[in-house]
């Protein structure tokens, strides 16, 4: 069946979900809502930035006049790290209390930047603060889980321009890593070898989705991908966490995302928007042999610079949806890679 011409569903083995696919819509005139391009030239320092070096924060913390990585603790952090432990039900009223620890990380001091104007040395060092942090924050008796991510521009919910990412650790598995848990685990028990190293190797076979790879890391868009340009980075050995990476592994990781997030600013001609994130193994002392861990990148943009996919309607009440086959986008991302 030719799947770049008739509506069809596609099956996501790390949820268990269903995305429906509708290629003949991606014809269809838009006249609804067009975002606004912006493309002001930012300065390497901005005096009023919260996050540049030197500056003071909206707490009144002044920032070291750091030179490659910053990480602090998220100055109005979404989870308390001395919230109290109690379980409430109340019929069906239930409420538990959920612990958690959240960092900032700023990627460089030079506020003009994203990870898409970074060369791999530098984005290598972003990459061994996100080892760091997993490894510490997951030393904490309370937490379980730590998740690693990035929402890049306004259209995001970004509040800040300048290069940065969130480090979100908590007690318990969010909803997302969950259900990659019990997928993974399914599969590793059944079958005794990892999900997605089976799936790399599918992929890699046909030589459909692949956008880019070197000795570690195959960069793909998934045959499940929702987001009209979602992409997600794997590595081609059986690795839990990022914690296992050594220091070829580190930069060659770093290379794989600067490879994406340039090809992205390509596509468009903008900088292009996307809440990015790793799924790797929790931090609950178990040995979560069944984990394989990988970054995805979810990008909005589905037609131009000012188009954005929106998830309403049967998005919102059936399942998602989306128009540019997982195929079609492989080839739009590799004509811009450079």
Same mark, same amino acid.
């Given at each position: 069946?030719?799947? =770049?011409?008739?509506?069809?569903?596609?099956?996501?083995?790390?949820?268990?979900?269903?995305?429906?696919?509708?290629?003949?819509?991606?014809?269809?005139?838009?006249?609804?809502?067009?975002?606004?391009?912006?493309?002001?030239?930012?300065?390497?320092?901005?005096?009023?930035?919260?996050?540049?070096?030197?500056?003071?924060?909206?707490?009144?913390?002044?920032?070291?006049?750091?030179?490659?990585? +910053?990480?602090?603790?998220?100055?109005?952090?979404?989870?308390?790290?001395?919230?109290?432990? #109690?379980?409430?039900?109340?019929?069906?009223?239930?409420?538990?209390?959920?612990?958690?620890?959240?960092?900032?990380?700023?990627?460089?001091?030079?506020?003009?930047?994203?990870?898409?104007?970074?060369?791999?040395?530098?984005?290598?060092?972003?990459?061994? @603060?996100?080892?760091?942090?997993?490894?510490?924050?997951?030393?904490?008796? +309370?937490?379980?889980?730590? =998740?690693? +991510?990035?929402?890049?521009?306004?259209?995001?919910?970004?509040?800040?321009?300048?290069?940065?990412?969130?480090?979100?650790?908590?007690?318990?598995?969010?909803?997302?890593?969950?259900?990659?848990?019990?997928?993974?685990? =399914?599969?590793?028990?059944?079958?005794?070898?990892?999900?997605?190293?089976?799936?790399?190797?599918?992929?890699?076979?046909?030589?459909?989705?692949?956008?880019?790879?070197?000795?570690? #890391?195959?960069?793909?868009?998934?045959?499940?991908?929702?987001?009209?340009?979602?992409?997600?980075?794997?590595?081609?050995?059986?690795?839990?966490?990022?914690?296992?990476?050594?220091?070829?592994?580190?930069?060659?990781?770093?290379?794989?995302?600067?490879?994406?997030?340039? @090809?992205?600013?390509?596509?468009?001609?903008?900088?292009?928007?996307?809440?990015?994130?790793?799924?790797?193994?929790?931090?609950?002392?178990?040995?979560?042999?069944?984990?394989?861990?990988?970054?995805?990148?979810?990008?909005?943009?589905?037609?131009?610079?000012?188009?954005?996919? +929106?998830?309403?309607g049967y998005e919102m009440f059936g399942s998602p949806q989306r128009d540019i086959t997982a195929e079609?986008?492989?080839?739009?991302?590799?004509?811009?890679?450079?």
């Amino acid at each position: 069946m030719n799947l =770049q011409e008739y509506s069809h569903k596609r099956y996501n083995i790390l949820t268990q979900e269903w995305v429906l696919v509708s290629p003949h819509r991606s014809k269809r005139p838009w006249q609804g809502q067009q975002e606004k391009v912006v493309r002001e030239k930012r300065p390497t320092h901005d005096s009023n930035c919260y996050l540049c070096a030197g500056n003071t924060r909206a707490n009144g913390e002044k920032n070291p006049n750091y030179k490659d990585v +910053f990480v602090f603790n998220n100055d109005f952090a979404a989870l308390q790290k001395e919230s109290p432990d #109690f379980s409430e039900e109340d019929g069906l009223l239930v409420a538990q209390s959920e612990r958690g620890i959240c960092r900032v990380i700023c990627f460089s001091p030079d506020h003009s930047k994203s990870l898409a104007d970074m060369n791999p040395d530098d984005i290598t060092k972003v990459v061994k @603060a996100w080892k760091t942090e997993y490894q510490t924050l997951g030393e904490h008796d +309370f937490i379980n889980y730590v =998740q690693i +991510f990035e929402n890049k521009g306004s259209v995001m919910g970004c509040s800040n321009p300048h290069p940065h990412g969130q480090i979100w650790s908590q007690s318990t598995l969010p909803n997302e890593v969950a259900k990659k848990d019990k997928s993974q685990k =399914q599969y590793f028990d059944k079958n005794k070898r990892s999900l997605l190293l089976d799936y790399l190797k599918q992929e890699q076979a046909k030589k459909e989705r692949i956008i880019f790879e070197n000795d570690t #890391f195959v960069v793909l868009v998934p045959f499940w991908a929702v987001w009209p340009y979602e992409t997600m980075i794997v590595p081609k050995q059986h690795l839990q966490h990022i914690g296992l990476l050594n220091e070829t592994q580190e930069y060659l990781f770093a290379e794989a995302i600067s490879k994406i997030t340039s @090809a992205y600013d390509q596509i468009f001609d903008t900088s292009f928007p996307y809440s990015a994130g790793i799924h790797q193994a929790p931090t609950n002392g178990k040995e979560n042999t069944h984990w394989h861990f990988h970054m995805s990148f979810y990008p909005p943009l589905l037609r131009s610079a000012t188009v954005k996919k +929106f998830m309403v309607g049967y998005e919102m009440f059936g399942s998602p949806q989306r128009d540019i086959t997982a195929e079609q986008a492989v080839q739009r991302i590799k004509e811009v890679m450079s």
